[in-house]
């Protein structure tokens, strides 16, 4: 195709840059001289395209379209059954559990040590000092008459609830009521006479013991035993 013809019909727009240039390329393809006898032609292998094929979004929204085979479910395991325990484990448990009762004793035995320490300490630091020969004081104890030696004010002390007889250890002890009280916090079997409940068969003091088995009658308090 000449300059000439191809500008004019590009002006009158009957083709278009890429007509014109596809067709210069195939008249120079036929210009061409063929090649020459015994050489081997070469040519591209063309791969033949595949007929039937689907476009590659359509196998993609076929694929999204298609249900899911439902994921099997496993069998599980059989679970083994617990093992009886072996002799040897048998007597090694029996020994712990032994061996836990008696640390629970002795652990007992050690808060038992420890409140009786705290007790005689209370009472040698607050004990009220009883003279040698002094006035007899009678009082109940485990329903027998006790005995012990006061003087006159401290009978009348022991009148008005100011002060406590205490048994500790065997012996009986003179004691104010706040200390009583802290004793008993320590030990609540431990035994404590009240003058004033015996005289008016009411505790003076919360907590107070009242073993007095005359604490019916009203005692005179210039009575003496």
Same mark, same amino acid.
């Given at each position: ?13 009957? $083709? ?9 390329? *195939? %008249? *120079?393809?036929?210009? /061409? ?27 993609? /929204? ?16 059989? %679970?083994?059954?617990p093992q009886p325990p072996s002799p040897g484990q048998a007597a090694q ?21 420890? /409140?009786?320490?705290?007790?005689? %300490?209370?009472?040698? #630091? ?5 003279? =040698? ?5 009678? &009082? ?6 006790? #005995? ?5 004010? %401290?009978r009348v002390l022991l009148s008005r609830g100011e002060l406590l007889v205490?048994? &500790? ?21 431990? &035994? ?17 013991? $009242? ?5 019916? &009658?009203? $005692?005179?308090?210039?009575? =003496?035993?």
């Amino acid at each position: 195709m000449s300059s000439s013809l191809r500008d004019q019909l590009l002006q009158l727009g009957l $083709v278009n840059k890429a007509q014109v240039n596809e067709a210069e390329r *195939q %008249q *120079q393809r036929r210009e /061409r001289p063929p090649p020459r006898a015994g050489r081997p032609h070469h040519q591209q292998a063309q791969h033949p395209q595949p007929q039937h094929q689907k476009p590659q979004h359509q196998q993609s /929204r076929n694929k999204q379209g298609q249900s899911q085979p439902a994921p099997t479910r496993q069998a599980q395991a059989p %679970q083994p059954r617990p093992q009886p325990p072996s002799p040897g484990q048998a007597a090694q448990a029996a020994k712990i559990a032994r061996d836990l009762a008696i640390n629970q004793k002795q652990r007992v035995k050690a808060e038992k040590r420890a /409140r009786h320490a705290e007790i005689k %300490q209370l009472i040698e #630091q607050h004990v009220v000092a009883r003279p =040698i020969e002094g006035e007899a004081y009678n &009082f109940l104890d485990d329903k027998k008459i006790r #005995q012990i030696r006061i003087d006159p004010a %401290q009978r009348v002390l022991l009148s008005r609830g100011e002060l406590l007889v205490l048994r &500790f250890d065997g012996r009986y002890h003179l004691l104010p009521p706040e200390i009583a009280a802290r004793i008993r916090e320590r030990d609540e079997r431990i &035994f404590i006479h009240s003058g004033a409940a015996a005289a008016s068969a009411a505790p003076s003091e919360p907590g107070a013991a $009242v073993d007095d088995a005359y604490a019916a &009658f009203v $005692v005179p308090d210039d009575l =003496i035993w």
